[in-house]
């Protein structure tokens, strides 16, 4: 069984491991748009509150346009 502190530690360890799996997705986007020479793109993988405010740090725009019918969708902007 783990101590309060190890299951802190791995539950916090997943949280970052799911932004940079949502991060990741962003960075495909956003790559097959430049190849494009487009200014922004849709990204079908849901993107949670830190990874929105890590791509907003980066000067991106994140908005989001999930429904229950089409799931999750976020344009991304530059």
């Not at 960075?27 to 990204?43: H, R, T």
């Not at 991106?60 to 999930?66: A, D, I, L, Q």
Request: proline share 0%; glycine share 8%.
């Amino acid at each position: 069984m783990y101590t309060a502190k190890e299951a802190r530690e791995k539950a916090e360890n997943q949280i970052s491991d799911k932004t940079k799996e949502e991060l990741v997705a962003a960075e495909y986007c956003i790559n097959s748009a430049v190849k494009s020479g487009e200014m922004k793109c849709w990204c079908g993988k849901h993107l949670g509150k830190q990874a929105i405010g890590e791509l907003e740090k980066m000067g991106y725009k994140v908005e989001n346009y999930s429904n229950q019918r089409d799931g999750s969708t976020f344009l991304i902007s530059w």
